[in-house]
């Protein structure tokens, strides 16, 4: 089985961007986990990971996620290779989503309501 759930916050509002006759997303999420370090005092470390969307997902993501909102991905890991530029092979590690929950960070607008 390949499933991967995180739970972080995103680090930048996302970009949508047609691929063929399909939109995708490429979300970048933060990760923090807490330890004790040798001296036994609690340290930080954040982790930096990317998540693709597609679809209708993507337009879904691209639509109501922004910068700094908290969100819950479930999807499976996927590995890919290409040849730069330079002609040096690059690995690229990524998630791929099946499934997101979110809580926006963004305040909601005041409704105008007559009292």
Not at 37 to 62: C, L, M, P, R
Not at 97 to 103: I, L, T
Request: with cysteine.
């Amino acid at each position: 089985m390949n499933k991967v759930i995180l739970c972080g916050n995103v680090g930048k509002d996302p970009e949508l961007k047609n691929v063929g006759s399909t939109q995708l997303v490429n979300l970048s999420v933060a990760t923090t986990r807490n330890f004790k370090n040798k001296e036994d005092k609690w340290e930080q470390q954040t982790s930096w990971h990317t998540v693709t969307f597609w679809g209708k997902q993507a337009e879904a993501i691209a639509k109501n996620i922004r910068k700094g909102d908290m969100v819950t991905i479930e999807g499976e890991l996927n590995y890919s290779n290409y040849e730069d530029k330079e002609g040096k092979k690059v690995y690229k590690t990524e998630i791929r989503a099946n499934h997101f929950y979110y809580k926006s960070s963004s305040p909601k607008p005041e409704s105008s309501g007559g009292e």
